[in-house]
């Protein structure tokens, strides 16, 4: 079964939810969030998440990070007991973690409005410059 890396988790986050708008600050906490209950495992059981944890993993299950299974055990009482998990999707992962980046060259068409505009234009309202 391939390991996923820190450094795959953040480029498939990259990928993923920093094409949303997160910052990269935000995706490496994520991450190192994300491998603090994994590590070198590919499930958690439901039981250890807090209910925050929990809304935090319905997110990355919709973004395809991970996804759930249940089993059903038997007590000796002859009652059964159902326990979820979540599992780690590495090899989606290791996936989104090998899709290109886009090129930092690329402008935006708004930033770009901005570096079109003169040096006399931005020192116009400067203190101490001529109006």
Not at 26 to 47: H, K, P, Q, T, W
Not at 90 to 97: C, K, S, V
């Amino acid at each position: 079964m391939p390991v996923v890396s820190m450094e795959e988790l953040i480029l498939a986050l990259k990928n993923t939810l920093g094409k949303k708008g997160m910052h990269e600050s935000d995706l490496e906490r994520l991450a190192d969030y994300i491998m603090s209950f994994f590590g070198y495992n590919d499930s958690v059981i439901d039981n250890r998440l807090t209910s925050e944890d929990r809304d935090v993993f319905y997110m990355l299950e919709e973004e395809g990070f991970v996804t759930t299974t249940e089993e059903d055990v038997h007590l000796k009482k002859g009652k059964m007991w159902r326990i979820h998990y979540w599992i780690l999707k590495r090899d989606q992962i290791l996936r989104l973690a090998a899709i290109p980046q886009e090129s930092k060259t690329e402008v935006d068409e708004m930033a770009a409005v901005y570096e079109n505009i003169s040096n006399d234009v931005w020192a116009r309202d400067q203190p101490g410059q001529p109006q």
